[in-house]
T-cell receptor, first 115, second 116 residues
């Protein structure tokens, strides 16, 4: 595997379910991100982790719970979601803060539908 | 007012045409400017990255930044059907420390179709 991978690619869940999204990066990066992409809206940053520590939480509701056990893996735990949470959830990674540009590389995303 | 404005299109041009994609922004602190390309059912792919003002060329792609006008552009020469995708501009300020240093602000994306 190369780059940033995400599983599952598609997920349908009811509002009372609990599920988790997984992201893995094979780039040796130290920073990982979760973004939400909804139709007709710009990409929204949700969380940032640097060296496994959360450094940004962009006022995300508590029904979204991130976990970063190491610099290569990132999870997004979901529970009691709402239909408006249906979106494409993208994971990204970068080398880390303090490096010029710190370009972010994205995974293919998980298409989430909440019914 | 949104921090970054980008016309969502759709934009449809014939093969071989020169394509111009643009974003305007309001935050004068933005220093890093990126263009991403996103194919249908895929994640965004970094195309071009520029720091501060000026031009950058990579093959058929040219990125321009005009900080005085708070305006950035991506030009695609000799456009191909394979260039059909959504193009996202993104930018961030140069900040000291970790907090906010990695917070990219994205435009809405422009959907581009190149017709054979």
């Amino acid at each position: 595997e190369t780059g940033v991978t995400q599983t599952p690619r598609h997920l349908v869940m009811g509002m009372t379910n609990k599920k988790s999204l997984k992201c893995e990066q094979h780039l040796g990066h130290n920073a990982m991100y979760w973004y939400k992409q909804s139709a007709k809206k710009p990409l929204e940053l949700m969380f940032v982790y640097n060296f496994k520590e959360q450094t940004e939480n962009n006022s995300v509701p508590s029904r979204f719970s991130p976990e970063c056990p190491n610099s290569s893996h990132l999870f997004l735990h979901l529970h009691t979601l709402q239909p408006e949470d249906s979106a494409l959830y993208l994971c990204a990674s970068s080398q880390g803060p303090g490096l010029e540009g710190d370009e972010q590389y994205f995974g293919p995303g998980t298409r989430l539908t909440v019914t | 007012q949104k921090e970054v404005e980008q016309d969502p299109g759709p934009l449809s041009v014939p093969e071989g045409a020169i394509v111009s994609l643009n974003c305007t922004y309001s935050n004068s602190a933005f220093q890093y400017f990126m263009w991403y390309r996103q194919y249908s059912r895929k994640g965004p792919e970094l195309l071009m990255y520029t720091y501060s003002s000026g031009n950058k060329e990579d093959g058929r792609f040219t990125a321009q930044v005009d900080k005085s006008s708070k305006y950035i552009s991506l030009f695609i020469r000799d456009s191909q059907p394979s260039d059909s995708a959504t193009y996202l501009c993104a930018m961030k300020p140069e900040v000291q420390g970790i907090q906010g240093a990695q917070k990219l602000v994205f435009g809405q994306g422009t959907r581009l179709t190149i017709n054979p």
